[in-house]
């Protein structure tokens, strides 16, 4: 891989005798702290609970709705 034009920078700087800008850096630059946590149980239920619901504005035209009208023949 090639080294990048501000890596290049920070080798010649301590070269040079200078200071490293990557001494500088916080310890905590090079740790994810993302938190991730996987599903409970009670979660994915409530997934499988609401999986086929739709919400918004166009509900009542995606759920399956049937109308049937009877009327009487006359003989």
């Given at each position: 891989?090639?080294?990048?034009k501000?890596?290049?920078?920070?080798?010649?700087?301590?070269?040079e005798?200078n200071r490293?800008p990557?001494?500088?850096?916080?310890p905590?630059?090079?740790l994810?702290?993302?938190t991730?946590k996987t599903?409970?149980k009670?979660?994915?239920?409530q997934?499988?609970?609401?999986?086929?619901?739709?919400f918004?504005?166009?509900?009542?035209?995606?759920?399956?709705?049937?109308y049937?009208?009877f009327?009487k023949?006359?003989e």
């Amino acid at each position: 891989m090639s080294k990048s034009k501000a890596r290049k920078f920070r080798e010649k700087i301590a070269r040079e005798g200078n200071r490293n800008p990557e001494l500088s850096r916080s310890p905590f630059a090079m740790l994810d702290l993302n938190t991730r946590k996987t599903k409970t149980k009670k979660d994915k239920l409530q997934q499988v609970k609401h999986k086929k619901q739709s919400f918004g504005r166009d509900d009542f035209q995606t759920k399956d709705c049937f109308y049937f009208i009877f009327t009487k023949k006359e003989e």
